[in-house]
């Protein structure tokens, strides 16, 4: 599985930006995706996560300002962010899990990565 990032970038204290994660199989393979983020020194920590039936979550210091959506003409499953802070600084990666047997086990891909960089 192939999945590739982009739309990040260098935006203002309070600007927005969309991110998507095309995959190279249907989005709808996935029993879910997600995003999340590694700043300079921290761990990486989830962003936000959509099942196949479209159920989602986030970190709480993204809620009400970031929505996780799924675009199946594109198919794309991207991160709308509103209202972005200087913390929101980090390269955010999209991953995606498919569980591959009845035991549950689950596979894990990921994308190299975009860099959003919010300056103050």
């Known amino acids: 599985v192939q999945l590739v990032e982009s739309g990040g970038g260098l935006v203002q204290a309070g600007g927005s930006l969309t991110l998507s994660c095309a995959a190279s199989?249907?989005?709808?393979?996935?029993?879910?995706m997600g995003w999340y983020r590694q700043a300079p020194g921290k761990e990486r920590e989830l962003v936000a996560t959509?099942?196949?039936?479209?159920?989602?979550t986030y970190a709480d210091s993204v809620k009400g300002r970031f929505t996780i959506f799924r675009d199946s003409a594109q198919n794309t499953m991207n991160l709308r962010m509103n209202s972005l802070k200087p913390e929101d600084t980090a390269v955010y990666y999209c991953e995606a899990d498919q569980v591959v047997n009845v035991e549950g086990t689950t596979a894990r891909s990921w994308g190299q990565g975009t860099q959003v960089t919010v300056s103050s």
């Open positions: 199989r249907s989005i709808f393979n996935f029993d879910a």
């Open positions: 959509i099942t196949n039936g479209g159920s989602t």
